[in-house]
């Protein structure tokens, strides 16, 4: 009788890795959550990376504006800057946040690879980005002009992805 007992955390482990595995199984690694999609975008108090009072996200965020969390410390989020910059050129406004970084490194960061952003907001904590659903960065929400976030990139922005996110703005930019 002995003998078994000694066997119950291997047979317990056995259970537990067959179910972690059927799960494994069935999960999509590339799955991205969005759940904020369709609702209102949190209504956050940032300061802006030029210094300044406090700015409430939701009086600067205009229809089929996109808001892009980004951080100087993040690889990818260099990758999406020409598409930030290109965007930018054609009239579509962004609104930055800096996310979880320290603000002369962001001010470094847009010196160096140029700055797409309408505005600049820091999220030093990440309260914000945590109420938007940012799981990493960088992430881009396009919002609605009712303030609704549409649709949601939570990866570089290409040009593709720039495209596919603007058509469901319907059309404005």
């Excluded at 929400?141 to 996110?165: C, N, R, W």
């Amino acid at each position: 009788m002995k003998r078994w007992i000694a066997f119950l955390p291997l047979a317990a482990l056995l259970v537990l890795g067959g179910l972690f595995a059927a799960y494994g199984l069935r999960h999509d690694p590339r799955y991205i959550p969005n759940a904020r999609v369709g609702q209102a975008m949190p209504d956050a108090v940032l300061p802006p990376l030029s210094g300044g009072a406090p700015v409430r996200l939701s009086s600067v965020v205009q229809p089929a504006t996109l808001v892009n969390f980004y951080a100087s410390w993040c690889a990818p989020c260099i990758q999406e800057e020409p598409t930030l910059m290109a965007l930018k050129a054609e009239g579509v406004r962004i609104v930055g946040v800096a996310w979880k970084d320290d603000p002369q490194k962001t001010r470094a960061h847009l010196a160096q690879h140029g700055d797409p952003y309408a505005l600049t907001l820091v999220d030093r904590d990440g309260r914000t980005g945590v109420d938007f659903g940012v799981s990493g960065v960088p992430e881009t929400y396009l919002i609605g002009a009712d303030g609704k976030i549409l649709a949601k990139v939570a990866e570089p922005l290409t040009a593709d992805s720039a495209e596919q996110l603007l058509e469901r703005s319907g059309g404005k930019r």
